[in-house]
């Protein structure tokens, strides 16, 4: 290769080679070549992206911890990172960002993310359900859109002539304006409904199929609009809006009987290959296309492609999980904040300007919220649930967005109006679970919900929480082993809880039936009754101690939690969870209150449960526990003495072999501890050996099916290196009340 390099560089005569002689032109141009690097499109593109991802998790958990849905916080994380606060407070650092002719790279890549999500909002639709709820959810749904479209027309007439852009005809900002109004967000609504446990009842059903044909109806309302505005009269958007009626007709008789066929022969992970998910992807891509080339708008496509997609459960459950995480993590975050790029909240620098900012959401309010409310109690409703469907239906979210955008494209709205309608559409869906807690508290009756019921079952409560279904099982095992001969005066509780961002309309029946299989029928193998609990939730650590302490539970059992980053420096600095960046623990961090060089034996969720529940904790490191016949206890202090009443309880449900390690040499002598035990072997003679040795060997620990150890003294083990470590049986770490 040298001898290459040698002859080649003979070619270079007579070709004007430049050749750097200096150290500092070469440095020169290194550092040229690095700045012309971070300038790079596809540079900037990527940096944009991980900002964007970032700000999006961060302002998302924040929501999610003040009990609102993420999509606010993805929304306000868009108008941070715009010209409303970034942009206005650090205008050098905003424009190296986002850098105006970068804009277009994002919208684009925006638009593919809106395009999938779509489809999937389409796919989670189920059509089915119009048939059984018909007349209720018709009137309902129809209500919703006819009262706010007639509100926002009515609107638009008293602010066309000040906030219209010119050239723009006033049937096509009233329509806008109207279509707008009409919007309810389908999927912040079912999510919203799954996490407080109504999608079982009948009230969720309803609320459900009303917002599943408003969607239907909107969105058609829209496409209709669109073709008006672009065509710019009635008379002239026939053309286009016969065209989009022979599309629907296409996908409707001839694409949807194919597909269906193909679903039905490709149902499972195993035979949906690669050449079948690109049919449907090509499906999709076209019938965006379609739209796009009709004028109707590509979204329309999408949402229709992903309506006739095949309604069997197991596979839209299989195909909506291949797109929804690429749309809805890496892509939707985009759409959000280009939205917040051209959200500019400084435009509103007129109290004038707020009055017709307060009007708009007023009407919005009115329009949604009363008429959906109005139009349940006609129905037959009662109050309580005619108010909590129309608080529902005012929820607006993303889809707001994805119309606000199309108007502003289209040049139906100016900055300011585009401004105060975010600001509405952020309002709308704020106010949502708020107002469901006040239509439950002025409501309230003495229901037994499943907590109240936990209350009040037996002396001695035991809840299980655990996430992986095989996990739940041994979780039983050895909450059976506490309890197994308690005759009556004990209960068993498992509960599993999981983000509600990975399921959907189509998998939750399924995913619950599945999870609680194991435990269910490890239950009727012991004989032991359970009650069990599911739940979708934003934040699964706060709601099982929520669970906990209102059910007045004695033991919490968990398994371990592992962060992926446990025990890296990156981990340790940053706080990662296996999720996200924990943003609690570095703010800990940075304020002193705790370490970043902390050792801790447990990853934040766990350290959050153990610190906040009421009842006493059990983690149990599980090593294929199946029961306690023979059960290792090193005691390290005088504190760890109350871990004598859980071998207690084991001698006298299980029968248990138990062995005392008095590790810290103190306790042999001490007369409390000699004589609780002594107490517990004139009931049970020879279930207990103590032993002092200092050095436990491997054949002694792989002997004992379980180990207890106090919280206090597994840290002690875990900061020592203790060579038991590698060694120990399944554990379980108890954490006094």
């Given at each position: 290769?040298?001898?290459?390099?040698?002859?080649?560089?003979?070619?270079?005569?007579?070709?004007?080679?430049?050749?750097?002689?200096?150290?500092?032109?070469?440095?020169?141009?290194?550092?040229?070549?690095?700045?012309?690097?971070?300038?790079?499109?596809?540079?900037?593109?990527?940096?944009?992206?991980?900002?964007?991802?970032?700000?999006?998790?961060?302002?998302?958990?924040?929501?999610?911890?003040?009990?609102?849905?993420?999509?606010?916080?993805?929304?306000?994380?868009?108008?941070?990172?715009?010209?409303?606060?970034?942009?206005?407070?650090?205008?050098?650092?905003?424009?190296?960002?986002?850098?105006?002719?970068?804009?277009?790279?994002?919208?684009?890549?925006?638009?593919?993310?809106?395009?999938?999500?779509?489809?999937?909002?389409?796919?989670?639709?189920?059509?089915?359900?119009?048939?059984?709820?018909?007349?209720?959810?018709?009137?309902?749904?129809?209500?919703?859109?006819?009262?706010?479209?007639?509100?926002?027309?009515?609107?638009?007439?008293?602010?066309?002539?000040?906030?219209?852009?010119?050239?723009?005809?006033?049937?096509?900002?009233?329509?806008?304006?109207?279509?707008?109004?009409?919007?309810?967000?389908?999927?912040?609504?079912?999510?919203?409904?799954q996490e407080r446990g109504m999608h079982k009842s009948r009230l969720g059903t309803v609320v459900?199929?009303?917002?599943?044909?408003?969607?239907?109806?909107?969105?058609?309302?829209?496409?209709?609009?669109?073709?008006?505005?672009?065509?710019?009269?009635?008379?002239?958007?026939?053309?286009?809006?016969?065209?989009?009626?022979?599309?629907?007709?296409?996908?409707?008789?001839?694409?949807?009987?194919?597909?269906?066929?193909?679903?039905?022969?490709?149902?499972?992970?195993?035979?949906?290959?690669?050449?079948?998910?690109?049919?449907?992807?090509?499906?999709?891509?076209?019938?965006?296309?379609?739209?796009?080339?009709?004028?109707?708008?590509?979204?329309?496509?999408?949402?229709?492609?992903?309506?006739?997609?095949?309604?069997?459960?197991?596979?839209?459950?299989?195909?909506?999980?291949?797109?929804?995480?690429?749309?809805?993590?890496?892509?939707?975050?985009?759409?959000?904040?280009?939205?917040?790029?051209?959200?500019?909240?400084?435009?509103?620098?007129?109290?004038?300007?707020?009055?017709?900012?307060?009007?708009?959401?007023?009407?919005?309010?009115?329009?949604?919220?009363?008429?959906?409310?109005?139009?349940?109690?006609?129905?037959?409703?009662?109050?309580?649930?005619?108010?909590?469907?129309?608080?529902?239906?005012?929820?607006?979210?993303?889809?707001?967005?994805?119309?606000?955008n199309i108007g502003y494209d289209l040049g139906v709205l100016t900055p300011e109006i585009f401004?105060?309608?975010?600001?509405?559409?952020?309002?709308?869906?704020?106010?949502?679970?708020?107002?469901?807690?006040?239509?439950?508290?002025?409501?309230?009756?003495?229901?037994?919900?499943?907590?109240?019921?936990?209350?009040?079952?037996?002396?001695?409560?035991?809840?299980?929480?655990?996430?992986?279904?095989?996990?739940?099982?041994?979780?039983?095992?050895?909450?059976?082993?506490?309890?197994?001969?308690?005759?009556?005066?004990?209960?068993?509780?498992?509960?599993?809880?999981?983000?509600?961002?990975?399921?959907?309309?189509?998998?939750?029946?399924?995913?619950?039936?599945?999870?609680?299989?194991?435990?269910?029928?490890?239950?009727?193998?012991?004989?032991?009754?359970?009650?069990?609990?599911?739940?979708?939730?934003?934040?699964?650590?706060?709601?099982?101690?929520?669970?906990?302490?209102?059910?007045?539970?004695?033991?919490?059992?968990?398994?371990?939690?592992?962060?992926?980053?446990?025990?890296?420096?990156?981990?340790?600095?940053?706080?990662?969870?296996?999720?996200?960046?924990?943003?609690?623990?570095?703010?800990?961090?940075?304020?002193?209150?705790?370490?970043?060089?902390?050792?801790?034996?447990?990853?934040?969720?766990?350290?959050?449960?153990?610190?906040?529940?009421?009842?006493?904790?059990?983690?149990?490191?599980?090593?294929?526990?199946?029961?306690?016949?023979?059960?290792?206890?090193?005691?390290?202090?005088?504190?760890?003495?109350?871990?004598?009443?859980?071998?207690?309880?084991?001698?006298?449900?299980?029968?248990?072999?138990?062995?005392?390690?008095?590790?810290?040499?103190?306790?042999?002598?001490?007369?409390?501890?000699?004589?609780?035990?002594?107490?517990?072997?004139?009931?049970?003679?020879?279930?207990?050996?103590?032993?002092?040795?200092?050095?436990?060997?491997?054949d002694f620990l792989q002997s004992q099916e379980l180990m207890i150890i106090s919280h206090q003294?597994?840290?002690?083990?875990?900061?020592?290196?203790?060579?038991?470590?590698?060694?120990?049986?399944?554990?379980?770490?108890?954490?006094?009340?």
């Amino acid at each position: 290769m040298y001898w290459v390099v040698q002859v080649g560089s003979k070619l270079e005569e007579d070709r004007n080679i430049i050749v750097p002689n200096s150290g500092n032109s070469q440095w020169k141009e290194f550092l040229n070549s690095l700045i012309y690097n971070f300038e790079h499109p596809l540079a900037i593109l990527l940096a944009q992206i991980v900002t964007i991802i970032l700000a999006a998790r961060f302002f998302g958990w924040i929501c999610s911890k003040i009990g609102q849905p993420t999509v606010i916080g993805e929304i306000i994380a868009g108008i941070v990172l715009g010209p409303s606060l970034i942009g206005y407070y650090f205008p050098e650092f905003f424009d190296s960002l986002f850098p105006v002719e970068s804009l277009g790279n994002l919208q684009f890549l925006s638009q593919i993310g809106l395009i999938l999500f779509m489809f999937v909002i389409g796919m989670e639709l189920d059509i089915s359900v119009l048939k059984n709820k018909a007349h209720d959810a018709v009137v309902i749904s129809h209500a919703s859109i006819i009262i706010p479209f007639a509100l926002g027309m009515g609107l638009a007439y008293y602010i066309y002539t000040s906030f219209s852009p010119d050239g723009v005809q006033f049937l096509s900002f009233g329509l806008f304006l109207g279509i707008a109004m009409s919007i309810t967000a389908f999927p912040v609504l079912a999510r919203i409904v799954q996490e407080r446990g109504m999608h079982k009842s009948r009230l969720g059903t309803v609320v459900i199929t009303c917002a599943a044909a408003d969607d239907i109806t909107a969105w058609c309302l829209l496409a209709a609009v669109i073709a008006i505005v672009k065509a710019g009269s009635f008379v002239s958007a026939l053309y286009t809006i016969g065209l989009a009626v022979l599309y629907v007709l296409i996908m409707i008789k001839v694409v949807r009987p194919f597909l269906k066929r193909v679903g039905d022969l490709h149902n499972t992970k195993e035979n949906l290959g690669k050449p079948i998910v690109a049919i449907f992807f090509l499906t999709l891509i076209l019938s965006a296309y379609a739209t796009e080339v009709i004028g109707i708008h590509a979204l329309f496509g999408a949402f229709m492609a992903g309506a006739i997609m095949p309604i069997n459960a197991n596979f839209r459950n299989i195909f909506i999980e291949k797109v929804e995480d690429v749309a809805l993590v890496l892509l939707l975050p985009l759409f959000f904040v280009y939205t917040g790029l051209r959200t500019e909240i400084g435009l509103l620098n007129d109290p004038y300007l707020w009055k017709v900012t307060g009007m708009i959401i007023l009407v919005a309010i009115v329009g949604k919220f009363i008429g959906s409310a109005i139009a349940a109690k006609y129905v037959g409703q009662n109050w309580k649930d005619s108010l909590t469907i129309g608080a529902l239906m005012n929820t607006r979210g993303l889809m707001e967005l994805v119309v606000l955008n199309i108007g502003y494209d289209l040049g139906v709205l100016t900055p300011e109006i585009f401004a105060m309608m975010v600001i509405m559409a952020l309002v709308t869906t704020f106010m949502t679970g708020p107002a469901l807690n006040l239509i439950n508290w002025t409501f309230k009756k003495n229901k037994k919900s499943a907590t109240n019921k936990i209350i009040q079952q037996g002396k001695y409560k035991i809840l299980i929480s655990f996430g992986h279904p095989e996990r739940g099982r041994s979780l039983l095992r050895l909450a059976h082993a506490f309890v197994k001969k308690a005759n009556g005066n004990a209960s068993i509780s498992a509960m599993h809880l999981t983000p509600i961002d990975e399921i959907n309309q189509h998998n939750s029946k399924q995913y619950e039936h599945d999870s609680f299989f194991p435990i269910k029928t490890e239950s009727e193998r012991l004989d032991q009754k359970i009650l069990t609990l599911f739940k979708a939730t934003h934040d699964i650590d706060s709601d099982i101690i929520d669970v906990t302490n209102r059910g007045n539970f004695d033991l919490l059992l968990i398994g371990e939690g592992q962060s992926i980053f446990e025990g890296s420096m990156l981990g340790k600095v940053l706080g990662f969870t296996t999720k996200i960046i924990s943003p609690e623990k570095f703010y800990n961090q940075v304020t002193g209150k705790e370490g970043f060089f902390e050792n801790s034996p447990f990853d934040e969720r766990t350290k959050n449960i153990v610190k906040k529940s009421n009842a006493s904790v059990g983690i149990l490191i599980d090593k294929g526990f199946e029961s306690a016949s023979s059960v290792f206890i090193p005691v390290f202090n005088e504190d760890d003495r109350f871990i004598l009443s859980y071998a207690q309880k084991l001698i006298k449900n299980s029968e248990s072999q138990i062995t005392f390690l008095d590790a810290s040499g103190k306790l042999y002598n001490n007369l409390e501890f000699k004589e609780s035990i002594r107490l517990i072997e004139q009931v049970a003679p020879n279930h207990i050996q103590l032993i002092k040795e200092k050095i436990i060997d491997r054949d002694f620990l792989q002997s004992q099916e379980l180990m207890i150890i106090s919280h206090q003294s597994w840290k002690e083990l875990i900061d020592t290196k203790s060579v038991w470590l590698a060694e120990i049986p399944s554990t379980l770490i108890l954490k006094e009340k």
